[in-house]
C-alpha cells in the first residue's frame, strides 16, 4: 500500500498527558497537511509543511501543539497536557509539488480520545 | 472569510433513486471546488474537482459543475447504490493557499 499512513489509529489517554501521532505521506509527496474533525464537522486545517519547513499553523495550534517534518519525509504532531477538547480524529494528508499540489490525498486519521 | 455551506443530512433514498446534495461557497477570489467522500471506518478520498467556473468534475458516476453565479457546486448522481452510503464533504481551495476548507459532511444511506 503505498498511501498516507498514520500511526497509532486509536489513542486513549488521561487528561493531562503527551501525546504523539506520526504521519507517513506518500512517497515524494513533498507537502504534508494536518487536520483535525471533531463529530458531526468536517476537517479544519491545522498546519502544513514543504519538505521539512512549516509554512502555514492555524490558530487552532495552541502553544500545546507542535508539529515537526525533520528531513522532509514523515511528520510528527505532539499535543502536551492534553485536555478533553483534544479528543477529535487527527488527519494527515500530503501532496505533490506544481500543478498537483490541489490534490491532497489524506490517510485514515489517528482518533484521540482525552478521558 | 472562506466557508463551505452543505445541506444537512441524513439524506436517506431507495437504491436507483436520483440523489442531490448542495453545496455552496463563500470565497475570494476564484477558489478551487472538491467532493470527498468517507466510508465507513475509511480515511477521506477525493471523489472529483473542478477549478475553474464552469467546469463539471466527474467520478464514478457522480458528476458537479462549478457555477459561480450562484457559488455552488452541487454533487449529483443519477442512480444511486447501496455501496455509496458514506458522508460526503464538499471542500474549497483558495488559489493562493493550500489549506482546504470543508463543509460539515452530509451523511447519505442508500436503502436497498
Known amino acids: 500500500d503505498t498511501g498516507v499512513s498514520q500511526d497509532p489509529r486509536h489513542k486513549i489517554t488521561k487528561r493531562g498527558q503527551n501525546v504523539t501521532f506520526r504521519c507517513d505521506p506518500i512517497?515524494?509527496?513533498?507537502?504534508l497537511y494536518w487536520y483535525r474533525q471533531t463529530l458531526g464537522q468536517g476537517p479544519e486545517f491545522l498546519t502544513y509543511f514543504q519538505n521539512e519547513a512549516q509554512l502555514e499553523k492555524s490558530r487552532l495550534l495552541s502553544d500545546r501543539f507542535s508539529a515537526e517534518r525533520p528531513k522532509g519525509s514523515f511528520s510528527t504532531l505532539e499535543i502536551q497536557r492534553t485536555e478533553q477538547g483534544d479528543s477529535a480524529m487527527y488527519l494527515c494528508a500530503s501532496t505533490p509539488g506544481g500543478r498537483e499540489r490541489y490534490e491532497q490525498y489524506f490517510g485514515p486519521g489517528t482518533r484521540l480520545t482525552v478521558t | 472569510g472562506d466557508s463551505v455551506t452543505q445541506m444537512e443530512g441524513p439524506v436517506t433514498l431507495s437504491e436507483e433513486a436520483f440523489l442531490t446534495i448542495n453545496c455552496t461557497y463563500t470565497?475570494?477570489?476564484?477558489?478551487?471546488l472538491f467532493w470527498y467522500v468517507q466510508y465507513p471506518g475509511e480515511g477521506l478520498q477525493l471523489l472529483l474537482k473542478a477549478t475553474k467556473a464552469d467546469d463539471k468534475g466527474s467520478n464514478k458516476g457522480f458528476e458537479a459543475t462549478y457555477r459561480k453565479e450562484t457559488t455552488s457546486f452541487h454533487l449529483e448522481k443519477g442512480s444511486v447504490q447501496v455501496s455509496d452510503s458514506a458522508v460526503y464533504f464538499c471542500?474549497?481551495?483558495?488559489?493562493?493557499?493550500?489549506?482546504?476548507?470543508f463543509g460539515t459532511g452530509t451523511r447519505l444511506q442508500v436503502f436497498p
Open positions: 471542500a474549497l481551495l483558495r488559489y493562493n493557499t493550500d489549506k482546504l476548507i
Open positions: 470565497a475570494t477570489g476564484y477558489p478551487s
Open positions: 512517497s515524494e509527496h513533498n507537502r
